[in-house]
């Protein structure tokens, strides 16, 4: 057991109080339409006891937990309340879950980003938890006036083993609720976990089978109007003059205007980023409606920026990728006297374009400002921000603002960026009316907050026994460099060099699942194949040798990994894949990542079958440290693998004079099933460490076992993504 | 504005909307079944999926005029508890992450079982590939149609 304090975030726990007469206080009412199916009915409670503000406890026993964080698809609302009723020590089948509103007053960083809600709401979930139990068990030991210490628990239930005695949770809650909190409190050894580790069902899995409301855009209200706005068609450019009558005059049509969501003077966050503060509103009574008149609307746009294109880029980028900065971002030993004496130099360029975020759900949001306050709900990976900014832009004080995140139809980063709250908020302030804000597809799509497009150049020294001596990387990328310079290789060559670059552009970008490392794992992974097979040694191998030179003799300082961590995971998958075995009419790649404190090794198998190549399988291993819901962590690895795969051969969002030259899924192509790998197998590294990020780490090396694989099964080596486009093999 | 008599999960409904409002608003907004998804709006991503006729159809492009009397029935109806074999196999291989698509892929796998019970994988491809899943759930889509087969 581990003693801990329970300093962290003690205002949550100063707040217990019981909470009388069975008040739910939390739930939106648009949610009490949702009619539970039979054996998902659990016999709710007469009344509820507020332990703390991440739980409270029905007297019968049933035990509600709030998921703080935002819902993204990465399956938190699943697994941070399995961390709370681990130490709560509670059977998992009576525990219901909520989805928390923004608390800042209870919770800390309800955020979904970096796939850092489970690690760094590790430990304050587990204080919640075992919090209340002690709490219970104070209560149990004070009614039966024995020890608290002789007390056991055990799925719900304090039993006193001397006197045989035993209470339910929800006998004891009512005076728990009264205990003080305790100063300290014991947490469970990882030996003892009993739902942590166990594979655990996605808590809105039947809701989401039986087309329940859950996600933002299916909010419907008493008096509610549909938002739709119009953005210029082109980075670079803005409203000059509207012509709205004819969507004035269509049916449902309620008014038309010009907004800025963002006005000059007003403090901004980080996730205020946007291309289009200024927009034309139409609002409607029905969304059809809307989209019609929309496209009703007669609209002058005026250039105010460059008009960028995607050659242009390209250009520009070759530009950079061929000069060396000022300043290199980290250099070790001589690079130059290595490259200059090595027996052989290899180099290459990698590239890859623009992305959109495509999330399923397009971009929405409710807001209801009135002159006292103001309600919002929708989905938002960053609640916390967006209410700060709408205090801003509306001039209503926080606590006046209150946040409502629904489950998100995917976020994949694009929800960090919320302009579309407070573009929601600014119009109903306006039009003094309660509006749900819908972004068409299209809207979506050309709306900007895009992966940047990255160029690289790798270098590498082998000396005449073939060692690698020396290793330089150059990126360049859309408003910054795609490099991580303290990572792998470095400190694993004795002569490194990182350089970086940046591009200015009126095109906004944003993170995008994995950021840099999305394009890095891949041309990293991709060259040290290369590298391998120029050096004549087994790409695992060579991989390894370098790992043992970081871990024996690192160069250099701070070096951002644990190469022990990264050498395990491909040791396991080099075994479990039964690396090195003959397999006729299959290519085999391989590659090994770091990202988000997390391990990932991954094998791809490409078979051609005399058409065009598709991946017959992938194994993965992964190190998060403790997983918390293997069944849910092995879905987000399966998720990451596809992704990676999927925009790697064939997505890309392209530019002429500034304008997206996709807008919709006819020209954004998507992977879809049929190009999907037809099977992934995950292993993860048993572990006690702390968990670390599963959202992510999947994602960027699959990209450069994908290469090594194609390679392999095609003879050719792929530099440019997406792989398939304008390739007659690939495509 | 024009009236409609609909046949929507057995339920005979009227609403009064454009007759060119597409099947998809007019469940969202006019008769408040929101499980039907918006994801593209031009018949390519799946997520509008419904059944007209027991036949998969999308809903982002079809107006209402064209509906008529037609049995319509959506995700909220396919079954009454929740507990057709797809939704169960859904479950069983917990399918969803961020589960916007789900709706539509679970209409168009029911579609399929319909016609052809024992699908191979090339049959399961060929039917679910105008359904998208952005968050890249198929492998646990072509198990979970398996199941359902079998089961
Ligand atoms: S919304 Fe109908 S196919 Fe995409
Ligand atoms: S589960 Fe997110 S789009 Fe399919």
Not at chain 1, 453 to 482: C, M, Q, W
Not at chain 1, 537 to 560: C, W
Not at chain 1, 672 to 695: C, K, M, Q, W, Y
Not at chain 2, 26 to 42: A, F, P, Q, S, W
Request: charged letters at 25%; one cysteine or more.
């Amino acid at each position: 057991m581990t003693l801990v304090k329970t300093t962290y975030n003690r205002r949550s726990f100063l707040k217990s109080t019981a909470l009388a007469g069975g008040g739910m206080v939390l739930g939106f009412s648009w949610l009490a339409s949702c009619k539970p199916s039979a054996e998902e009915v659990l016999a709710m409670p007469k009344e509820w006891f507020d332990i703390n503000g991440f739980l409270k406890i029905g007297e019968n026993g049933v035990v509600t937990i709030m998921s703080p964080n935002p819902e993204i698809g990465q399956n938190v609302k699943t697994a941070m309340p399995m961390i709370v009723a681990e130490e709560l020590d509670v059977d998992w089948k009576k525990v219901i879950v909520e989805q928390a509103p923004l608390n800042t007053d209870i919770f800390t960083r309800q955020l979904a980003g970096g796939s850092q809600s489970i690690r760094q709401g590790w430990q304050g979930l587990r204080m919640a938890g075992a919090t209340a139990r002690r709490m219970l068990m104070e209560a149990a030991a004070k009614q039966w006036g024995v020890p608290v210490e002789e007390l056991t628990t055990e799925a719900g239930v304090i039993s006193h083993k001397n006197s045989g005695k035993t209470a339910g949770y929800g006998e004891v809650a009512s005076a728990a609720a009264g205990i003080p909190v305790p100063e300290e409190v014991e947490l469970k050894d990882v030996k003892d976990f009993r739902i942590i580790g166990t594979p655990r069902k996605n808590v809105d899995g039947k809701k989401l089978y039986t087309g329940q409301p859950l996600f933002g855009l299916d909010i419907q209200r008493e008096g509610m109007l549909i938002a739709m706005i119009e953005h210029p068609p082109a980075f670079g450019m803005k409203v000059k003059s509207v012509d709205d009558s004819a969507a004035r005059a269509m049916s449902g049509v309620k008014d038309v205007f010009t907004i800025n969501s963002l006005p000059e003077g007003i403090e901004k966050q980080w996730s205020d980023t946007n291309a289009f503060p200024e927009l034309v509103v139409v609002v409607a009574e029905s969304t059809w409606q809307a989209m019609k008149a929309k496209k009703a609307l007669r609209i002058e746009w005026e250039r105010t920026g460059d008009a960028e294109s995607t050659a242009g880029h390209a250009a520009k980028l070759d530009e950079l990728i061929a000069k060396a900065p000022a300043e290199p971002a980290r250099k070790d030993g001589d690079p130059e006297a290595a490259f200059k004496n090595a027996a052989k130099v290899i180099e290459r360029t990698y590239s890859a374009p623009f992305l959109a975020h495509n999330t399923m759900e397009p971009m929405n949001f409710f807001a209801h400002v009135t002159d006292e306050k103001a309600e919002l709900v929708g989905p938002i990976q960053t609640p916390e921000f967006l209410e700060k900014t709408i205090s801003a832009v509306t001039g209503l004080p926080l606590e006046k603002i209150h946040i409502d995140m629904t489950r998100m139809g995917g976020g994949f980063g694009r929800r960090l960026y919320g302009h579309f709250g407070v573009e929601a908020a600014v119009i109903s302030q306006k039009v003094k009316a309660p509006v749900k804000l819908v972004y068409t597809r299209d809207d979506d799509m050309t709306q900007g907050t895009y992966r940047p497009g990255y160029k690289v150049l790798y270098r590498a020294a082998l000396d005449e026994n073939n060692n690698l001596i020396a290793f330089h990387v150059r990126g360049a990328g859309t408003h910054g460099s795609p490099i991580f310079a303290n990572r792998f290789p470095a400190g694993a060559v004795d002569n490194y060099l990182a350089e970086e670059h940046s591009l200015d552009s009126n095109i906004s970008t944003g993170a995008w699942r994995a950021p840099r490392s999305n394009f890095i794992a891949g041309a990293e992974q991709a060259f040290l194949d290369e590298v391998a097979e120029a050096a004549g040694k087994d790409p695992i191998d060579f991989r390894l040798e370098l790992f043992d030179r970081a871990i024996k003799n690192p160069v250099g300082k701070d070096n951002d990994y644990d190469a022990e961590r990264y050498a395990g995971v491909l040791k396991l998958v080099k075994e479990k894949a039964g690396w090195g075995k003959d397999m006729p009419g299959v290519g085999r790649g391989v590659s090994a990542y770091f990202c988000h404190n997390s391990y990932v090794a991954q094998v791809v198998d490409v078979a051609t079958d005399g058409g065009s190549p598709r991946v017959k399988k992938v194994w993965c291993a992964v190190d998060c440290g403790i997983v918390v819901n293997p069944e849910g962590a092995i879905n987000q690895i399966e998720g990451g693998i596809v992704d990676g795969i999927g925009h790697a051969m064939y997505s890309a969002m392209t530019f002429k004079e500034g304008k997206p030259e996709q807008s919709n899924f006819d020209k954004y192509r998507l992977i879809r099933i049929n190009e999907a790998p037809a099977e992934i197998e995950t292993h993860f590294v048993e572990s006690d460490i702390d968990p670390t990020g599963l959202g992510e780490p999947s994602l960027p090396p699959v990209i450069g076992a994908l290469a090594n694989a194609l390679y392999k099964a095609t003879g050719k080596r792929v530099y440019d993504q997406p792989f398939a486009m304008g390739s007659a093999v690939l495509g | 504005m024009a009236t409609f008599n609909l046949n929507i999960n057995g339920k005979k409904q009227q609403v009064d909307v454009d007759a060119d409002t597409p099947l998809l608003w007019v469940l969202r907004d006019h008769v408040n079944l929101v499980g039907t998804k918006y994801g593209c709006g031009i018949n390519q991503c799946g997520a509008c999926t419904v059944h007209l006729n027991g036949v998969a159809m999308r809903s982002c492009m079809l107006p209402i005029s064209q509906v008529g009397e037609q049995a319509v029935t959506t995700i909220e109806g396919l079954s009454e508890n929740g507990d057709h074999p797809v939704q169960k196999a859904w479950i069983e291989h917990d399918v969803a992450q961020c589960g916007y698509c789900q709706a539509g892929q679970i209409m168009n796998a029911a579609a399929l079982l319909k016609n052809s019970p024992n699908p191979s994988d090339e049959e399961i491809e060929g039917a679910m590939a105008g359904n998208i899943c952005r968050c890249g759930t198929y492998v646990r889509i072509k198990a979970a149609i398996k199941t359902a087969a079998a089961g």
